[in-house]
């Protein structure tokens, strides 16, 4: 297992369309996580899945934003009509539920432009 | 909520010992943690305090004093490519981790 992996790693769209991202995480992590990271700000929280079942989700997530985690594995990121303001990096991470040690696994996230 | 305070920019020279601080506001606390982000890459884990007091990995030391709601890293010997950003991330009532703002650290030669 090399990790968190998402894809695509970067992401042009135009204002008004739809976007979907993917992340696989570390196979035995039952713990997944999306956040939003912009220029010079830290990860901003969006979403937490528990094996399938999507545990929190931000009160600044707007109803455009719609995550899931279908067999507790990979989770999908979409947003729909997308706008200037959701251009962002948008990271996954990762966690081990059984030995808790402070620590997600981040991948590389996915980088949206939106013109 | 959840809020983090940490300095936006430290420089420092090569060698040198530097310290990130960090306070936090938070209802329910599970614990600290640090990471580091070089420019375009994943933030990657540098170390969790859940309990009072210092610890140490290698060059990098935490330290957590939740009585003040407090923590710093400490990287000493630093090297070039200790230039990056260094977030600190408090979780508090949930498994959520919330993170700071984000310290620039530079490293002049």
Redesign the interface.
């Known amino acids: 297992d090399t990790g968190v992996s998402q894809d695509p790693r970067h992401k042009i769209t135009k204002r008004g369309q739809n976007v979907t991202f993917r992340c696989d995480p570390i196979s035995e992590h039952n713990?997944l996580?999306w956040?939003r990271q912009t220029l010079?700000?830290?990860?901003?929280?969006l979403t937490?899945f528990?094996n399938e079942a999507q545990l929190?989700k931000s009160r600044l997530l707007s109803d455009r934003f719609s995550a899931e985690r279908p067999k507790g594995s990979f989770s999908t990121l979409e947003i729909q009509r997308t706008e200037q303001g959701d251009s962002a990096m948008y990271?996954c991470a990762s966690a081990a539920q059984v030995l808790?040690?402070?620590?997600?696994?981040?991948?590389?996230?996915s980088r949206l432009t939106v013109l | 909520g959840q809020s983090l305070e940490q300095p936006s920019e430290v420089t420092a020279v090569e060698g040198a010992i530097v310290q990130i601080n960090c306070t936090y506001q938070t209802s329910g606390f599970?614990?600290l943690?640090w990471?580091q982000q070089h420019d375009g890459?994943?933030?990657?884990?540098l170390s969790?305090n859940?309990l009072d007091g210092l610890e140490e990995t290698g060059r990098f030391s935490s330290f957590l004093s939740r009585s003040d709601s407090y923590g710093y890293l400490l990287l000493q010997e630093l090297q070039m490519k200790d230039s990056a950003s260094y977030?600190c991330?408090v979780?508090g009532g949930?498994?959520?981790?919330?993170?700071?703002?984000?310290t620039s650290l530079i490293v002049h030669p």
Not at chain 1, 100 to 109: A, I, N, R, S, V
Not at chain 2, 41 to 45: L, N, Q, S, V
Request: glycine letters at 20%; charged letters at 15%; proline letters at 7%.
């Open positions: 713990r996580y956040y010079g700000q830290g990860p901003e929280f937490y528990q929190e990271l808790d040690t402070g620590e997600l696994f981040f991948g590389e996230g | 599970y614990g943690s990471y890459g994943a933030p990657t884990f969790y859940a977030f991330a979780k949930s498994y959520i981790p919330t993170f700071g703002r984000g």
